[in-house]
C-alpha cells in the first residue's frame, strides 16, 4: 500500500505548497520514491515552480481517467525520486470517488509515498472520499486567523472520521510572543490537532518560490528533514524554539 499524505489548509497562501514541496524533497532524501500531486485544479503551480512546465502533457485528470500513469508523471529534474503529476488547468475535472480510486491502485513497484497538494478551503467531499488511511497535514501559519482555520478544519476531519496533524509554517518567535498566543501550546490546544512539526519564515523558500528552484539549504532544509523523518516514523523531538 502506497503512504498517502494530505497537504491541506484554510487559507489560501499558508504555505501548503510550499511545505508540499518541501517534505516532497526531504522524503525523496530519505530514498522515498514520491509522486507529488498538484490538486489545485484551475490554478496548478507546481509544475511551474519546479521547472517542468513546458514537459507538461497530461495531468491528474487525464491518470484518474485511465490514462497510463507513466506517460502523465513528470520527472523533477535535481529532485532524485520525486515525480509530479500536474493538475488540470481547469475546474471541475476531477471526481474524488475516481481519484480515491486511483490512489489506492498506484502501485507500490513504483512509488512508495503520495503527497497531495490541496486547494485552499475545506472539503468534506473529498475528505472523506480519500482512503481511510491518508495523513491528513493541515498548514497554519501563527497567527489567530490561520488557527481558526485549522481548528475548523480539524472539526472538519472528525466529522469525516479522518485524523490531521498541524505543521506550524513561517515560524518567527515575536508571532508566539503575542497576546494572543504567549506559547506554542496555546496555538496547540487552540487548534485541536497534534504539532507534527514548524518550518521557519525562510528567506530562501520566498525565493524558492520566485526562482522555481527548491534546493535549498539551512533551517527550513532542517525542518522539513525532521518532519519528514517523523512521517517515515522516526521519533525526532522538536528542537529548542530558538533553533527552528
Ligand atoms: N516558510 C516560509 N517562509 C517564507 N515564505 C514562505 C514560507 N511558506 C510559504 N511562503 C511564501 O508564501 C507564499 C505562498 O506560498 P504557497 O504558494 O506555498 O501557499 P499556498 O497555501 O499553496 O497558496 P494557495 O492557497 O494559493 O495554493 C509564497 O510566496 C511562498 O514563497
Ligand atoms: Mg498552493
Do not use: H, W
Amino acid at each position: 500500500m502506497v503512504k498517502i499524505i494530505a497537504v491541506l489548509g484554510g487559507k489560501g497562501g499558508c504555505g501548503k505548497s510550499t511545505c508540499s514541496i518541501g517534505l516532497s524533497l526531504a522524503l525523496a532524501e530519505q530514498k522515498q520514491r514520491v509522486l507529488l500531486i498538484d490538486l489545485d485544479e484551475g490554478m496548478r503551480c507546481l509544475d511551474m515552480l519546479l521547472g517542468v512546465s513546458e514537459k507538461l502533457l497530461f495531468d491528474v485528470s487525464d491518470a484518474i481517467n485511465g490514462r497510463d500513469l507513466a506517460s502523465c508523471i513528470l520527472q523533477v529534474p535535481g529532485g532524485e525520486g520525486l515525480s509530479l503529476l500536474a493538475a488540470p488547468g481547469e475546474k471541475g475535472l476531477i471526481d474524488a470517488k475516481l481519484l480515491a480510486g486511483f490512489l489506492e491502485n498506484i502501485p507500490n513497484s513504483m512509488f512508495d509515498t503520495v503527497v497531495l497538494d490541496l486547494r485552499a478551503g475545506s472539503d468534506l467531499q473529498l475528505y472523506r472520499a480519500l482512503p481511510p488511511y491518508t495523513e491528513f497535514l493541515c498548514i497554519c501559519n501563527p497567527n489567530a486567523v490561520s488557527v481558526r482555520d485549522a481548528a475548523n478544519i480539524g472539526t472538519l476531519l472528525n466529522k469525516a472520521n479522518r485524523k490531521g496533524k498541524i505543521i506550524l509554517n513561517r515560524y518567527q518567535r515575536y508571532f508566539i510572543k503575542n497576546p494572543v498566543f504567549s506559547t506554542l501550546d496555546d496555538i496547540i490546544d487552540e487548534s485541536g490537532l497534534m504539532l507534527l512539526g514548524i518550518v521557519p519564515e525562510s528567506e530562501r523558500l520566498s525565493l524558492a518560490f520566485l526562482e522555481g528552484n527548491y534546493k535549498i539549504k539551512g533551517k527550513a532544509k532542517k525542518a522539513f528533514k525532521r518532519i519528514a523523518l517523523r512521517l517515515c516514523g522516526r521519533n525526532i523531538p522538536l528542537p529548542k524554539l530558538k533553533k527552528i
